[in-house]
């Protein structure tokens, strides 16, 4: 079993960047692909970005290329969105996922956290 704990958000103007965390207790999380998403009131929970165990690839959906990197250091069994360039469109909960492989779909995913929130005014 593998428990996440997300945190990190917050309250941020357009424009602004923020860096959210998601470490892992109970199981080393490096032989683990790891992913982001986020569901804003009212909407389905969507793919924001994708890791692989190692780091060595990644994905993110369009909306946010350019603007968010995820990263890992699994010596920390932690990852990280690093989210830049911010706009009130971004404001969701913020969601990290664990999984035995690469995915966008959040139905694959086998271990999620609770949640941080993050809110862009504009």
């Known amino acids: 079993q593998v428990q996440l704990v997300e945190s990190g958000g917050g309250l941020v103007q357009a424009g602004g960047s923020l860096r959210l965390s998601c470490v892992a207790a109970g199981r080393t999380i490096s032989t683990y692909a790891m992913g982001w998403f986020r569901q804003a009131p009212g909407k389905e929970r969507e793919f924001v970005a994708a890791?692989?165990?190692?780091?060595?690839?990644?994905y993110y959906a369009d909306s946010v290329k350019g603007r968010f990197t995820i990263s890992r250091d699994n010596a920390k069994n932690t990852v990280y969105l690093q989210m830049n360039s911010l706009k009130p469109e971004d404001t969701a909960v913020y969601y990290c996922a664990a999984n035995t492989y690469t995915s966008r779909r959040d139905n694959d995913y086998l271990y999620w956290g609770q949640g941080t929130q993050v809110t862009v005014s504009s």
């Open positions: 890791i692989n165990w190692n780091g060595g690839t990644t």
